[in-house]
């Protein structure tokens, strides 16, 4: 009886999913369901921008392009706050063609029906998504929105299909989604998860991409795993790529660092990459280091790099100092 029993429960679920997919694929058009949303990763939802203001809020189901943003978490110019996220899929002849998903308070239109379905368990939803992800649709573009969608479902199976999809063996390009979502919508552990493979991965484009995903996960502080990154990987290309996002943070602590990595760098293509990274250092800081480097005992090849970023500085303080050497 109990051998019976467990066979039975880890049936049910099974036919739950099975029992998604088939609603979904019962006529053409837009279905619509809800799920938890996860918390603290802002309202999904498309914005149209007037001279740098929101001018309206609400997404066209219908619209051929598709995009997605949820906003800064401080604006008041997106939905009103919600934990539920509406999930939409599209089927035309049979087949899911396109998949949306956004807050439950954003406002949506269509010219097509739509079909709300009843309650859907969170991880029957999970599954169904994730399968369109991994070939079970037909559609060739739905595989990033379709993680977005996943990736915003409170339920931790949301969060282990993301880590299958992220995953040594995967597609490069859904290894990368997965790792961007995870780093954008999973909080600190989607976080941390990035912070492995931009550690431990044994590919270097990804290890580069998380280093991106990283440096854009604006609500933690990952300038130490970009920074131990640039110290310590293995590949130049992933330790130049540190640099550069360490310099595009705005973080106070990337000049001094970046020039003590430049200090220490044994490879001329990195020496050159970490140049061009102070460079990009923002306000006058950029300019300040490189004018450190001339000043300082870098190699010549160092210097020389140094030199014509300057120059393409412009700034006042830039041509005082050539000026000065000049004379």
């Known amino acids: 009886m109990r051998k019976f029993l467990a066979i039975l429960l880890l049936w049910i679920p099974q036919a739950n999913a099975a029992d998604l997919a088939s609603q979904i694929a019962g006529s053409d058009g837009w279905t619509s369901w809800q799920v938890s949303k996860v918390a603290d990763a802002g309202e999904p939802c498309c914005y149209d921008l007037n001279r740098g203001g929101v001018d309206r809020i609400g997404c066209d189901l219908d619209g051929g392009n598709w995009s997605v943003s949820v906003g800064s978490r401080n604006s008041q110019a997106k939905p009103a706050s919600t934990d539920q996220l509406t999930v939409y899929a599209h089927v035309s002849h049979g087949k899911v063609d396109k998949i949306r998903a956004y807050a439950a308070t954003c406002p949506v239109n269509t010219r097509q029906v739509l079909r709300p379905l009843p309650a859907v368990a969170a991880a029957d939803s999970v599954a169904w998504l994730e399968r369109q992800v991994a070939g079970g649709s037909d559609a060739k573009h739905i595989g990033d929105e379709t993680v977005m969608a996943l990736a915003f479902h409170a339920d931790s199976a949301a969060q282990q299909a993301l880590l299958r999809l992220a995953a040594a063996g995967q597609p490069e390009k859904r290894r990368e989604t997965a790792l961007f979502w995870l780093g954008q919508a999973r909080g600190a552990q989607g976080v941390a998860a990035v912070e492995g493979f931009a550690r431990d991965d044994a590919d270097e484009d990804i290890r580069r991409h998380a280093l991106f995903v990283l440096s854009q996960a604006e609500e933690f502080d990952t300038y130490p795993k970009l920074l131990a990154s640039a110290r310590n990987d293995r590949a130049g290309e992933v330790r130049s790529q540190a640099m550069f996002w360490m310099a595009q943070m705005k973080d106070s602590r990337a000049g001094k660092d970046i020039l003590g990595l430049l200090d220490k760098e044994q490879e001329a293509d990195v020496r050159e990459q970490a140049v061009f990274a102070l460079s990009q250092l923002p ?37 005082a100092f050539l000026d000065q050497v000049l004379n």
Do not use: C, N, T
């Open 283 to 319: 306000d006058k800081a950029g300019d300040q280091a490189l004018i450190e480097v001339l000043r300082g005992h870098y190699p010549r090849d160092v210097k020389q790099k140094a030199l014509f970023w300057l120059g393409q500085s412009g700034s006042d303080e830039a041509l």
